[in-house]
């Protein structure tokens, strides 16, 4: 008896050692990689699967272990019995997005990372008077959305129609502002984003948003013309009234950028270094030194400058206007085409 009860105190002690041994290796497969606190960037994209996730972090440094990570996911009570400080919610769900994620979290801190939806944004800046297909490339080479598909969505009806754009494209109403986006975004996404921006700032200028729709899309069209010709901000509403005072009297605009949009935009030229004579004679219904009245449609994204200007010009009995000092992007205004020709004859000789 004295023998038997040696082999079985024997092996209770080899089977406590041997749960001692697997419970210290499990707690140190999924203990912290290291100590340090540098960043590692680790992207889950859309529909990864949890044992892919696991493995990448693996691969990454990020942990020891990946078969115990997927089942600390799956399973998160093993996870508490085996830790019981380090708690993780139930249910676990990981999400897609960018993370920055060091090798001295533990598991439960991982997960909750993951978990939380809480990833890198990307920051993009989209200038005042960018087009369609300047703003498209913007995202494009952010990471954010193909150019196709964002030029695409800008001309789907379906996307226009619920903000009442009465036009083939959102030209105009793609609000210039910093944005803070993730790569997972769609370009419809980033669209409505960056239309419902465009709604919320025009809802901040006085008389804009009471408007018919045909009186706002003529603001925002002459708002997008004043945006190209401005450089000076306090400049900005008597442009504007240059050319509320031409439409009044169905004086041609006379807007050079609307001959650089033709140029770039329609024809798909590069940017002029300066506006020729033979330019001006463009046969197209944009060409403002031909035709009378607005442009068919906005020829940039206007900034809230711009739509405030062109939403209320001030009263003046400037008809003219021309640069004065290249280096600040002044400009002279004068009510005749005598004073306008004496200021050119001027600033010529300067």
């Known amino acids: 008896m004295k023998t038997k009860g040696k082999v079985l105190l024997a092996i209770l002690l080899i089977l406590v050692a041997v749960i001692a041994a697997g419970g210290f290796y499990i707690y140190f497969q999924i203990s912290p990689v290291d100590a340090q606190e540098e960043s590692i960037r680790f992207e889950v994209a859309q529909g990864t699967s949890v044992r892919k996730i696991a493995s990448d972090l693996k691969e990454y440094g990020l942990i020891k272990n990946d ?131 465009f709604f919320e700032k025009a809802a901040t200028i006085p008389g804009l948003m009471e ?20 450089r000076v901000e306090d400049e900005a509403p008597l442009i504007a009234s240059v050319f509320s005072n031409r439409l009044k009297h169905n004086i041609g605009l006379y807007s050079c950028a609307t001959i650089v949009y033709i140029l770039t935009e329609i024809e798909g030229r590069p940017h002029p270094d300066r506006i020729l004579l033979e330019d001006t004679k463009i046969n197209n219904p944009y060409n403002t030194y031909k035709w009378a009245g607005l442009t068919p449609g906005p020829i940039s994204n206007p900034g809230l400058v711009a739509l405030s ?33 004496a200021s050119h004859n001027l600033n010529a000789k300067k």
């Open 67 to 197: 078969i115990l990570f997927y089942y600390s996911v799956r399973k998160p009570v093993l996870l508490k019995i085996i830790c019981p400080n380090d708690t993780v919610e139930q249910p676990v769900v990981l999400k897609s997005g960018i993370y920055h994620i060091t090798p001295g979290l533990n598991y439960a801190q991982i997960i909750s990372i993951l978990g939380s939806g809480q990833q890198e944004y990307i920051k993009v800046s989209v200038p005042e008077g960018k087009t369609i297909s300047q703003t498209a490339q913007i995202m494009e080479d952010a990471g954010i959305c193909s150019a196709k598909d964002f030029k695409a969505i800008c001309y789907d009806s379906s996307v226009l129609a619920p903000y009442g754009i009465q036009a083939e494209s959102a030209e105009g109403f793609l609000f210039p502002e910093t944005y803070f986006l993730t790569s997972g975004m769609t370009a419809k996404e980033v669209v409505k984003l960056m239309t419902d921006t």
């Open 211 to 230: 408007k018919s729709a045909s009186e706002l899309y003529d603001t925002v069209i002459l708002a997008s013309i004043v945006e190209r010709e401005y």
């Open 309 to 341: 200007a062109a939403a209320n010009p001030p009263k003046t009995n400037y008809y003219f206007f021309q640069v004065a000092d290249s280096g600040t992007g002044r400009h002279v205004f004068t009510t005749t085409f005598d004073e306008h020709k």
